[in-house]
């Protein structure tokens, strides 16, 4: 296929495919005779991959140093399976932290329609951005562990 068809295929435009080819990121294609280059359909995949990774948060230089490592093929499995296992924990931690803003966010959103019920809510409890089931922060210790992105159950004893 050729770099117009990957470009409608892959939702990269053709710059972006041909800066990716300049840095590394892609191999370099195959040309026809007239200097076109010519991509095998299993190029999508790689470019689906390094997507995943780019959405992931995986920076630019790791990207190339996994493409890199792919060019050596198996000799370097371990480095690459460590390289993917150091940004899965990366995305681990991103997760609970996203998790946690949820938890924030419907919190908030809670509040918002337990006041637009007329509800009557301290004004502290509002201006607050995180807050143990609605009430001020405490200084003393947490009653019960709290596991990222886990929510507290309602029925537990606190």
């Given at each position: 296929?050729?770099?117009?068809?990957?470009?409608?295929?892959?939702?990269?435009?053709?710059?972006?495919?041909?800066?990716?080819?300049?840095?590394?990121?892609?191999?370099?294609?195959?040309?026809?005779?007239?200097?076109?280059?010519?991509?095998?359909?299993?190029?999508?995949?790689?470019?689906?991959?390094?997507?995943?990774?780019?959405?992931?948060?995986?920076?630019?230089?790791?990207?190339?140093?996994y493409?890199?490592?792919?060019?050596?093929?198996e000799?370097?499995?371990?480095?690459?399976?460590?390289?993917?296992?150091?940004?899965?924990?990366?995305?681990?931690?991103?997760?609970?932290?996203?998790?946690?803003?949820?938890?924030?966010?419907d919190?908030?959103?809670d509040?918002?329609?337990?006041?637009?019920?007329?509800?009557?809510?301290?004004?502290?409890?509002?201006?607050c951005?995180?807050?143990?089931?609605?009430?001020?922060?405490?200084?003393?210790?947490p009653?019960?562990?709290?596991?990222?992105?886990?929510?507290?159950?309602?029925?537990?004893?606190?």
């Amino acid at each position: 296929m050729r770099i117009g068809d990957l470009a409608e295929k892959s939702g990269l435009s053709t710059d972006t495919l041909r800066y990716y080819e300049k840095i590394g990121l892609l191999p370099r294609p195959l040309r026809d005779g007239g200097g076109r280059r010519v991509y095998d359909a299993t190029i999508l995949r790689w470019i689906d991959f390094l997507d995943r990774l780019k959405s992931t948060g995986m920076g630019i230089k790791d990207r190339l140093r996994y493409a890199d490592l792919r060019t050596k093929g198996e000799a370097s499995l371990t480095e690459r399976r460590k390289l993917l296992e150091t940004h899965r924990g990366k995305v681990v931690g991103d997760i609970a932290r996203l998790t946690e803003m949820l938890d924030v966010l419907d919190d908030k959103i809670d509040l918002y329609r337990r006041m637009e019920a007329g509800e009557t809510v301290d004004p502290a409890f509002e201006s607050c951005a995180r807050t143990e089931h609605g009430a001020p922060p405490s200084k003393e210790a947490p009653k019960h562990e709290h596991r990222p992105g886990a929510r507290p159950r309602a029925d537990a004893e606190t």
